[in-house]
């Protein structure tokens, strides 16, 4: 056990696949439209992987770019944590493959699975091993395939969603920066109203299963959408207050990607501007695990997020969960 820490992102790198969809592709595809998906998402195009990647294909890239945004060698790596709900398979864990790809030969690594909210999540688990003087460096993943689960003959979710990762990784940082305060949470009673029936062990793949397209994600999505306003409001008010902070003093938001008119809710809540709101889902749809990291590091590297800069990360999704994290933003390759 090493001196205790402050745990910060020291840098990131994010990774979407070449092929776009576009709402006009998918007009072709279900009975939708361009004006629908954009008035009630604000989703225009999401990316899709190529058959042969899988998600440790899309984390790989992302976490190549991250550790030399940080300048930590993947053999520096302490763990390894990948946030997803599309995994390569069911074990081993997508940390596992990625950990051999990079070559991080004394990392642990695991998965970690609280659906949207993953990241948030992996992120408060990197800092507590951080923190503790445990470990000194975790890198902490979300990627997804989530074209692998959307079942592309249904209108209601298959206009939603996307492929893509975003990484971080984690270090010791001076005792003014890091992560400053969260929150995850859950309520397990709504885990109906977003769900993927089989595959697992209460309904083992069968030809049924799959005559029933029950390895397709299913949503409620209005039950959803109430559910995310309400936990991104209360969400963000308890870490605020958790970090000892009031929120002018948040410079910006990086919210899970779900639907702009969530993130519209929020954004008027903290009364930030919209320059303030890091928002990419025109342009990916909903990553899950993936929207707030390729959001930040999108942000990171056009240079709006500055040195000293507060963060308000907040996720919700599947379970259900939720999470929000305040944190202080330190210079890439700055840990101490
Ligand atoms: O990260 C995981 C968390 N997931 C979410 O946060 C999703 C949260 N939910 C939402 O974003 C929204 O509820 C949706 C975008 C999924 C749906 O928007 P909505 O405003 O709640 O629409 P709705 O489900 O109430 O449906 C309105 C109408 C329905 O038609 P009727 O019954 O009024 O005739 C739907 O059948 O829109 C219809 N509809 C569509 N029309 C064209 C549903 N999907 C489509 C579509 N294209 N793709």
């Given at each position: 056990m090493g001196k205790a820490f402050r745990a910060g992102i020291i840098g990131t790198g994010s990774y979407v696949p070449e092929r776009v969809l576009t709402n006009f592709d998918l007009e072709k595809m279900v009975d939708t439209n361009d004006e629908w998906i954009r008035t009630r998402t604000g989703i225009r195009e999401r990316r899709i992987a190529k058959e042969d990647q899988a998600t440790s294909d899309l984390a790989y890239e992302a976490a190549q770019r991250a550790l030399e945004a940080s300048d930590?060698?993947?053999?520096?790596?302490d763990l390894i944590i990948v946030a997803t709900i599309?995994?390569?398979?069911?074990?081993?864990?997508t940390a596992n493959i990625l950990q051999d790809r990079l070559g991080a030969h004394r990392a642990a690594a695991f998965d970690q699975a609280a659906a949207c909210s993953g990241f948030i999540y992996a992120l408060a688990t990197a800092a507590q091993f951080i923190e503790s003087g445990v470990y000194r460096y975790v890198l902490v993943v979300g990627a997804e395939t989530l074209s692998r689960i959307v079942?592309?003959?249904d209108r209601n979710t298959c206009v939603l969603f996307g492929d893509g990762a975003g990484a971080a990784v984690l270090g010791p940082v001076p005792e003014?920066?890091?992560?400053?305060a969260f929150v995850l949470g859950s309520?397990?009673?709504?885990?109906?109203?977003?769900?993927?029936?089989?595959?697992?062990?209460?309904?083992?793949?069968s030809h049924d299963t799959v005559d029933r397209r029950l390895h397709y994600l299913k949503m409620n999505g209005r039950e959803v959408f109430k559910f995310a306003v309400r936990v991104m409001n209360q969400a963000s008010d308890e870490v605020i207050e958790k970090a000892g902070?009031?929120?002018?003093?948040?410079?910006?938001l990086v919210p899970h990607q779900a639907n702009l008119r969530i993130i519209e809710s929020a954004r008027e809540r903290l009364e930030l501007?919209?320059?303030?709101v890091v928002v990419n889902l025109d342009r990916f749809g909903n990553m899950s695990t993936a929207s707030i990291p390729v959001a930040l590091d999108e942000a990171v590297r056009a240079g709006k997020i500055q040195p000293g800069d507060h963060l308000l990360m907040v996720g919700f999704g599947a379970g259900l969960t939720w999470g929000a994290l305040v944190l202080r933003w330190s210079a890439s390759g700055s840990g101490v």
């Open positions: 930590v060698a993947a053999e520096a790596l599309t995994p390569d398979t069911a074990f081993p864990s079942d592309w003959e003014d920066e890091g992560v400053r309520d397990g009673s709504g885990g109906e109203l977003l769900k993927l029936p089989a595959g697992g062990s209460r309904l083992p793949a902070l009031t929120k002018d003093a948040i410079d910006f501007p919209a320059e303030k």
